[in-house]
């Protein structure tokens, strides 16, 4: 690196940093969901622990296992030492500096001049879809990786293209997975060997893995796992405004305004007329835009809507199809280099292209200050979710510092509120407490305070972090579970409901001495006269181990969705963890992280070989004019 490129480096990093810093990215999801989750597992790593488990989301739910988490992405190594809202500002600033970088290299691949590349790039990171995936943490990365995809089929690198999508599995989302494998099919086909493509694929396999293994753990208990009705699949589609909206304006404004349209995804699509020209030519970008554009539409277009409606209920899993909108931005993005590098008038284009794209995208930036986001931290109190704010009454940047101000939301976990008895923002609640949502949201107020008291909300009479049951109902299904914490007769001090395994069952006297959260592990000490049950006010998973000692104990769910303990006679030092597969995943992070540093080395030598090549040509060449 020369002296000019390290102080440019030097430069770039300090204002991020200070922006960093200074702003926050707060829209939608990065509110209600990403910021709270990153808070509290840089917490926790901290710590030196992997954050397996949310104690503060709907009654305490997976973390690791949660995609939208992004546990084992790699820039988590951020939260280390940096101030956690550094650290979440600068994902969004690293993810967009690489989209450009990334784009650049990928149209200069594709034959692009150095100044249309560079413009390519430009309008890339401006353009609609990206500005607007930067009120999402697990989108925007999808702003580097799909180009980065785009680059390896240009180079036939097995390698990078197994990087880009493994980072992919780590940090991103189904849907734009499966845009980006869509591109990039197209792209490759007919260009790269099938075995490089099935080596792509294992690496990116190995890479995403420790996810892969934490969320196959839960998969099957929470509701992402539940097949959703085509309508929901097709929720936020592509209409024919939004298309043309690519090239003229966005016509219905920005979704940070007061009154914007909160059920479309993105704020904003727009690139510029630039994409009319640019799509007259013969290239497999224009296949990939119109196979991106063909599957966006969605409930929109018939076939795509008929095609769903038949669709095998085992992969109605993915939703949302306005997501293709990234992919199909890169595709015209690629095409918008090329024609710079043919028309006469690329200054001009530049001009008319750039000036009303850097405007559309300071309007529709999810950016405010950091001050107001700032929440002192305070004792854990169990709250239940309060919509306190009504959206969409006034600006965005408005409403969040007033729901910052509230505690509203999951937003409140920052200060280390809990929450319980509610719809977790990003569905990765079980199943069980999907249902005590739902009929929380249905009952009466006098039926809701029952299931406030139960799960050990801030309301007169709530149960414990922890306590012993004296008796238990035991039931069949989830409907007669229901009906009994219902019921008037139903005493949640005393009695819990409970499976058929453990009808009739009567505690033994007893008592808990000690509840502690130590991190990650729950600590109870019990005096045990004989068998008892133990409920603990944690979501049930069958991935909670209980252990007294090198004993494991039995686990059952207790009033439908609470973690409930088989403890026999003695006195125990119990410790509860989250994760039957810990050693597991740990070992696949382990080997991801060293899959990625090993996949990086050839390109650094490769790249230090070039540099070394042209430093000896330019000698001979000196050495020839002497």
């Given at each position: 690196m020369n002296r000019r490129n390290a102080v440019i480096t030097v430069i770039a990093v300090a204002a991020a940093l200070l922006v960093s810093h200074l702003s926050f990215f707060f829209f939608r999801d990065n509110f209600s969901t990403h910021y709270p989750m990153k808070v509290i597992s840089a917490s926790l790593f901290r710590g030196g622990e992997i954050p397996w488990w949310n104690f503060h989301d709907m009654g305490g739910q997976p973390l690791a296992g949660n995609p939208n988490a992004l546990t084992f992405y790699p820039d988590n190594v951020l939260y280390l030492f940096l101030p956690a809202h550094v650290a979440f500002n600068l994902h969004f600033l690293i993810h967009l500096a690489g989209g450009l970088l990334a784009m650049r290299a990928l149209c200069r691949a594709r034959g692009a001049g150095a100044e249309g590349a560079w413009t390519a790039a430009a309008i890339w990171?401006?353009?609609?879809?990206?500005?607007?995936?930067?009120?999402?943490?697990?989108?925007?990365?999808?702003?580097?990786?799909?180009?980065?995809?785009?680059?390896?089929?240009?180079?036939?690198?097995?390698?990078?293209?197994?990087?880009?999508?493994?980072?992919?599995?780590?940090?991103?989302?189904?849907?734009?997975?499966?845009?980006?494998?869509?591109a990039v099919g197209i792209t490759a086909s007919g260009r790269m060997r099938w075995r490089s493509l099935a080596a792509a694929a294992l690496l990116a396999a190995c890479i995403g893995a420790p996810q892969i293994v934490a969320y196959s753990e839960i998969a099957g208990e929470v509701e992402r796992s539940v097949p959703i009705s085509p309508r929901a699949m097709l929720a936020t589609s592509?209409?024919?405004?939004?298309?043309?909206?690519?090239?003229?304006?966005?016509?219905?404004?920005?979704?940070?305004?007061p009154g914007g349209l909160r059920q479309r995804l993105f704020s904003t699509l727009f690139l510029g007329i630039i994409v009319v020209p640019a799509l007259i030519t013969r290239s497999r970008y224009v296949a990939v835009?119109?196979?991106?554009?063909?599957?966006?539409?969605?409930?929109?277009?018939?076939?795509?809507?008929?095609?769903?409606?038949?669709?095998p209920l085992s992969l109605r899993a993915f939703r949302f199809p306005e997501k293709l909108a990234l992919p199909l931005t890169a595709a015209l993005v690629v095409l918008i280099a090329a024609?710079?590098?043919?028309?006469?008038?690329?200054?001009?284009?530049?001009?008319?292209?750039?000036?009303?794209?850097?405007?559309?995208?300071?309007?529709?930036?999810?950016?405010?200050?950091?001050?107001?986001?700032?929440?002192?931290p305070r004792a854990a109190v169990r709250v239940h979710w309060r919509a306190a704010i009504p959206p969409g009454v006034v600006d965005a940047r408005t409403e969040y510092r007033q729901r910052a101000a509230a505690?509203?939301?999951?937003?409140?976990?920052?200060?280390?509120?809990?929450?319980?008895?509610?719809?977790?923002?990003?569905?990765?609640?079980?199943?069980?407490?999907?249902?005590?949502?739902?009929?929380?949201?249905?009952?009466?107020?006098?039926?809701?305070?029952?299931?406030?008291?139960?799960?050990?909300?801030?309301?007169?009479?709530?149960?414990?972090?922890?306590m012993i049951v004296a008796e238990t109902i035991a039931v069949r299904s989830l409907g007669e579970a229901v009906r009994q914490v219902e019921s008037p007769r139903f005493d949640e001090q005393r009695i819990a409901v409970a499976p058929p395994s453990l009808a009739g069952f009567t505690s033994a006297a007893g008592r808990v001495t000690r509840y502690e959260e130590d991190g990650q592990t729950i600590r109870v000490d019990v005096v045990a006269e004989g068998p008892l049950l133990l409920m603990v006010n944690q979501t049930f998973f069958e991935a909670w181990v209980a252990r007294s000692g090198r004993q494991?104990?039995?686990?059952?769910?207790?009033?439908?969705?609470?973690?409930?303990?088989?403890?026999?006679a003695g006195e125990h030092r119990l410790a509860l963890t989250f994760g039957r597969r810990r050693a597991a995943v740990v070992v696949a992070w382990i080997g991801s992280m060293l899959l990625l540093l090993a996949s990086a080395f050839p390109g650094l030598v490769e790249k230090l070989d070039g540099r070394a090549g042209k430093i000896k040509r330019a000698a001979d060449e000196e050495g020839a004019d002497l």
């Open positions: 990171t401006l353009s609609g879809a990206v500005i607007s995936s930067t009120a999402f943490y697990n989108l925007v990365t999808a702003a580097a990786l799909i180009p980065l995809a785009l680059l390896a089929v240009e180079k036939r690198s097995a390698r990078l293209l197994g990087c880009a999508f493994g980072l992919l599995l780590l940090g991103s989302e189904p849907v734009t997975i499966l845009g980006t494998a869509l592509l209409t024919g405004m939004r298309v043309v909206e690519l090239v003229l304006w966005p016509v219905h404004g920005f979704l940070n305004d835009a119109a196979a991106c554009l063909f599957l966006a539409l969605g409930a929109n277009n018939p076939l795509v809507a008929a095609a769903v409606e038949v669709l024609y710079l590098t043919r028309t006469r008038y690329r200054r001009l284009w530049m001009a008319v292209t750039l000036l009303p794209l850097t405007w559309a995208a300071f309007r529709a930036l999810p950016v405010d200050w950091f001050a107001p986001y700032r929440v002192a505690l509203d939301w999951m937003f409140g976990a920052v200060a280390n509120l809990r929450y319980g008895v509610g719809r977790s923002p990003d569905l990765m609640h079980s199943l069980l407490s999907r249902a005590v949502a739902q009929r929380f949201q249905a009952i009466p107020p006098r039926l809701k305070e029952r299931y406030l008291r139960v799960n050990g909300c801030d309301v007169p009479g709530a149960l414990p972090m922890t494991e104990l039995e686990t059952f769910p207790l009033n439908i969705d609470r973690l409930g303990v088989l403890v026999p």
